[in-house]
């Protein structure tokens, strides 16, 4: 390996379902000489793609957990972290962003931008990660790069820049125009290894010198160097080079490259691009917060003498126990090295330290400032900090959305009873966004997610990798309850029955908060209510808004305030307080005239057009009120609002009515007003649930 | 104000007055004008009048991006709620959006029978009963005659209102015959039911009726739109 920081890369590879992505890694670790063979994702030998490594992944075409691999490349060393390319694991995805200095933006030539291109470039815009463009599937028909990078523009906001224009597309691919050299690129050899480097045919050299001039303006911004160098026509590749990176760095330009992963086309040159243009670990910036300074933020130094600083971004349960990948942002690391978890305040000592590529291992002696690496039997959750011992800072919490679908599952049997809370206890270390807990009036056990297919995947885990057989439930919509107008309470709560005695008034009003969070107003003066029972007053509200009056979901979006009250000196206490405020919410709940109010999705259907109007029809069945819909030649794109509670089974509807050729992907959007008649049943349905609880 | 008050009180109903109760439906009219004049938000404001009346629009555009032409609609219905003081702004907001679809089409790529299909395919499989269709960006200076023909024909078999925009170009003769007719529509003029003309004066955008079904064209119009709200009044 290379200790030289700017011979490092930590990068990700970011797409949209079957971009190839897979494959594209693939190839990377093939041309690096990490992997000796080709395979196929889903794969035609039974053997898959070596990143994606668990076995349901392989079964199911996808890639759901994030490794990290390392390569080496041209003298560098480069670790990929391989992201998800499903909407419902998005906090895997967000995750791994953290930890990546730069990432490739895989776009299918055919596709172009879709709608999971902008929901996984919106989050690389939000961890700042300077991406480069590689248009990949260059051998379908179909394929359009130049259209690709137009839609990086429009629709993304990308100063896309050609690097490179096909020789030959569709099955006419056969390699590409390098326009900074000048060249003409092929692939030679069965996997497309050899490289050769030929003159560029005459009919694309018009086109070439186009193309050049348009990269060269663009790279130009970023350096006067090369701007000079053009005026005076003396151009350098380094010039180039360096202008490029800047701007790329800088996230003001996005370079794009070609081919084909699938033919064996244009990989190695995407490789020198990596390594060219995107960042090593000390040119960006990383900070944490100091614990002992109120979380204020600090700068990390990319510099191996500073105290250590780790990240712990994904935990796996292998073979040999639980893996721990960090990323060391400050510092370096050897084996013995202590360290302590900021969060839970536990000490570790470094024990072994690997470096993984997918399912193999190699044991390293050491980890500095920009390095990824993985720790074996540290007991820790993902997300945690670790941190030289009096170096107590945490890096910047994640951002971790609120799950929106829950499920009752049961286990089988005793044994597997044991296994299954084995195994929800992995998971929910491993994921923020999958929650578990026992329902207190069904005693269930529940588990909660971002979709359908998130829970589908978790529950097959159990089965398969901790042999715990469970039932599941109907899958549940995280409803919430809200209030529509303002209501004033007026509640005592008073109990005399021997000994102490309770007492405690509130007085105020409720009302809507279009924030739609939870808000706590005190407007009592005078010492109505005594100041140590504000906060009992605040906690039973809270407590209340627990549980809804309609149908026992959480009430979300009130405003309390709390304007005048009574207490008794002997009798009042926190406990009386806030049982007030509990009772007082009771009562004015029901005028403040709630509702219910339910997860909506943002969901975006894309196929071929002849599809569009079975499309359309699926929306409105499902209560789904369509925003637009964008056809573009043969391809269509639908974008609609649907209630999660309809959106069951819809991939499978979706696949057979249009012969899997279309495809959707839905993220959370907004709560809405239920309707009337659903909102009566859903009531209905809670209190024949509660009657019969109490009969029993 | 409450929204049927609203609607009551629209300087839109100036218009429909002038042109005899409306374009009605199965028809089709134009709005003309050069570049940057204000085409597009006027058909934002007709459709957002319509759909106050609690009809369903669909507006197709082959040429903007879609969410630029939500903004459009966003920025047009917060002025007309704030100028006109309507009440539950953001209920009647929520309300009239589920009425109102978006179809992009790439010009180059998309024949008017493609276009068509879709939005019968939105019609009849979405069960989207629109009833005004806005069509905006579509380009005139290609279109055959028999192009409109289709779009007369569809919509007098799904009853609905057709309201194009047609952007003028410079082509060395001038925009307007003597009669006010942009010279560009003449040859499918006949196709026409109504061909409204705007024009930018200093302070205003005035509106001209060049064509009335078969009636005498009643010319300026006693409303404007104003272009830095961009409200008509």
């Known amino acids: ?696 | 104000m409450v929204r049927t008050e609203l609607v009551k009180r629209s300087p839109l109903r100036v218009l429909e007055g002038a042109i005899h109760g409306g374009l009605g439906h199965g028809n089709i009219a134009v709005l003309a004008s050069p570049k940057g004049v204000g085409k597009t938000a006027c058909l934002v404001h007709i459709a957002t009048d319509k759909l106050l009346q609690g009809r369903h629009v669909i507006h197709v555009s082959y040429s903007s991006r879609v969410d630029y032409i939500i903004t459009w609609y966003e920025d047009i219905f917060k002025e007309i709620a704030k100028d006109r003081k309507l009440t539950d702004a953001v209920d009647v907001h929520d309300e009239i959006i589920a009425n109102r679809v978006i179809m992009n089409f790439k010009q180059d790529g998309t024949k008017t029978e493609q276009v068509l299909k879709s939005l019968e395919a939105m019609i009849t499989f979405g069960k989207f009963s629109a009833d005004t269709v806005i069509v905006d960006g579509y380009d005139f200076s290609r279109s055959a005659c028999e192009d409109l023909a289709k779009f007369k024909d569809f919509a007098g078999r799904l009853g609905l209102e057709v309201w194009f925009s047609a952007s003028l170009r410079e082509t060395g003769v001038p925009f307007y015959d003597a009669d006010g007719v942009p010279a560009m529509l003449k040859p499918i003029c006949e196709a026409l039911d109504v061909v409204i003309t705007l024009h930018a004066l200093d302070q205003h955008v005035e509106f001209r009726v060049v064509k009335d079904h078969d009636h005498p064209a009643p010319g300026v119009l006693p409303i404007k739109l104003d272009p830095k709200t961009l409200l008509i009044k």
């Open chain 1, 1 to 696: 390996m290379s200790t030289d920081i700017s011979r490092m890369r930590n990068i990700g590879i970011s797409a949209h379902i079957d971009s190839g992505k897979t494959t594209l890694t693939e190839r990377i670790l093939f041309y690096c000489k990490k992997i000796h063979k080709i395979h196929e994702v889903k794969g035609k030998d039974g053997v898959g793609a070596t990143m994606d490594h668990m076995e349901l992944e392989r079964e199911r075409g996808i890639t759901i957990t994030s490794a990290a691999t390392y390569v080496e490349w041209a003298g560098h060393s480069i670790n990929i972290i391989d992201t998800p390319g499903h909407v419902d694991f998005t906090i895997e995805v967000e995750r791994s962003l953290r930890v990546l200095d730069g990432a490739v933006l895989v776009l299918c030539a055919v596709g172009g931008v879709q709608s999971q291109t902008i929901t996984v470039d919106r989050q690389l815009r939000r961890y700042n990660v300077p991406r480069i463009a590689f248009v990949n599937k260059c051998d379908r028909t179909g394929a359009n790069p130049v259209k690709v990078r137009d839609q990086l523009e429009e629709k993304l906001k990308h100063n896309a820049v050609l690097m490179q224009i096909p020789i030959g597309l569709e099955d006419k691919h056969r390699g590409l125009v390098d326009l900074v050299s000048m060249t003409a690129v092929y692939f030679d050899g069965p996997d497309g290894e050899t490289i050769r480097v030929e003159d560029i045919p005459a009919e694309l050299a018009p086109e070439a010198r186009a193309r050049r001039e348009e990269m060269l303006d663009a790279a130009s911004m970023f350096s006067d160097a090369l701007t000079e160098a053009i005026l005076e026509g003396r151009v350098t590749e380094d010039l180039i080079h360096q202008a490029i990176r800047r701007g790329t760095i800088a996230r003001e330009l996005t370079p794009v490259f070609l081919g084909s992963a699938y033919k064996n086309k244009g990989v190695q040159s995407l490789l020198d691009g990596i390594v060219r243009y995107l960042p090593d670990p000390s040119e960006v910036e990383n900070s944490a917060m100091a614990l002992d300074d109120g979380g204020a933020e600090i700068k990390l130094a990319t510099d191996p003498a500073a105290p250590a600083v780790l990240l712990a971004f994904k935990l796996e349960d292998g073979p040999y126990g639980q893996l721990t990948y960090i990323r060391v942002y400050q510092g370096r690391i050897e084996k013995g090295t202590e360290l302590v978890n900021t969060r839970s305040r536990q000490k570790i000592k470094v024990g072994r330290l690997i470096r993984m590529h997918a399912d193999s291992m190699v044991d390293i002696t050491e980890a500095s400032a920009g390095d990824i690496a993985a720790l074996f039997g540290i007991d820790c959750a993902s997300g945690d900090t670790f941190a030289a011992p009096g170096f107590n800072v945490a890096m910047t919490s994640i951002y971790v959305p609120e799950p929106v679908i829950s499920l009752a599952i049961k286990p089988v049997d005793k044994r597997s009873l044991d296994r299954m809370a084995k195994a929800l206890n992995r998971f929910t270390k491993e994921d923020p966004t999958f929650r578990t807990h026992v329902d207190p009036e069904s005693l269930e056990t529940i588990i909660q997610g971002m979709g359908e297919l998130h829970l589908d995947v978790y529950v097959e885990r159990m089965k398969r990798e901790y042999n715990a057989e469970v039932e599941t439930g109907k899958p549940q919509v995280a409803y919430r309850e809200a209030i529509s107008v303002k209501a004033e309470f007026d509640y005592t709560h008073k109990k005399q029955t021997g000994g102490a005695g309770q007492y405690g008034r509130v007085i105020g009003y409720v009302e809507p908060n279009p924030e739609g969070s939870y808000e706590f107003v005190n407007d009592v003066k005078g010492g109505r209510i005594p100041r140590e029972f504000i906060l009992s007053c605040d906690k039973g509200f809270r407590t209340a808004m627990k549980k809804g009056d309609l149908i026992g979901f959480p009430v979300i979006g009130v405003r309390v305030v709390l304007n005048d009250g009574q207490s008794h000196d002997v009798d009042s206490s926190d406990h009386a307080f806030q049982a007030a405020a509990i009772g007082a919410f009771r009562q004015v709940y029901r005028k403040a005239k709630p509702q219910i109010l339910e997860p909506v999705m943002k969901v975006s259907v894309e196929g071929p057009s002849e599809y569009a109007g079975n499309v359309f029809g699926t929306i409105h069945q499902r209560r789904g009120v369509i925003v637009s819909s964008v056809e573009d030649g043969i391809f269509s794109r639908v974008d609609a609002e649907v209630p999660l509670a309809e959106m069951f089974g819809y991939s499978t509807q979706l696949r057979s009515l249009t012969q899997g050729k279309a495809e959707f992907t839905m993220e959370f959007l907004r709560y809405g007003r239920i309707p009337a008649s659903i909102a009566e049943a859903l009531a209905a349905e809670h209190a024949a649930r509660k009657a019969q609880e109490q009969a029993r």
